[in-house]
């Protein structure tokens, strides 16, 4: 059984920082795609960043470039996602997501995503 969990979320202020991790089980994070997805309330998922399955190279929503940061701690299936400068905007609730994708994992939509965890609550106050 595949099994992401989330973990990191809270309540922080504008321009302080959080860690988010997703761990997984049942899968190998190196033979997949990992993605963050957020959604704040009354807006569709959008993808903060993902790691593409084949070459593990970055990439990032420009929403979130040069303040967010994916790493990969590979002998623990589990991936990390740095947040500093924080935004109000930035409130919502976080989702890993894993899969095995041919291309460029910022090619897929959320739907084509078939392994997510339960997802973590970030709200940032002012």
């Known amino acids: 059984e595949v099994r992401l969990v989330e973990s990191g979320g809270g309540l922080v202020q504008v321009g302080g920082s959080l860690t988010l991790s997703c761990t997984g089980s049942g899968l190998s994070f190196g033979g997949n795609a990992i993605a963050w997805f957020r959604q704040a309330p009354g807006k569709e998922r959008e993808r903060v960043g993902c790691i593409n399955e084949s070459d593990r190279k970055l990439h990032y929503a420009d929403s979130v470039k040069g303040r967010f940061t994916i790493s990969e701690e590979v002998g623990k299936n589990r991936v990390i996602l740095q947040m500093n400068n924080l935004k109000q905007e930035d409130t919502a609730t976080y989702y890993c997501?894993?899969?095995?994708?041919?291309?460029?994992?910022?090619?897929?939509?959320?739907?084509?995503?078939?392994?997510w965890g339960q997802g973590t609550q970030v709200v940032v106050s002012s």
């Open positions: 997501a894993a899969e095995r994708l041919a291309l460029s994992c910022h090619l897929y939509a959320a739907r084509e995503f078939g392994n």
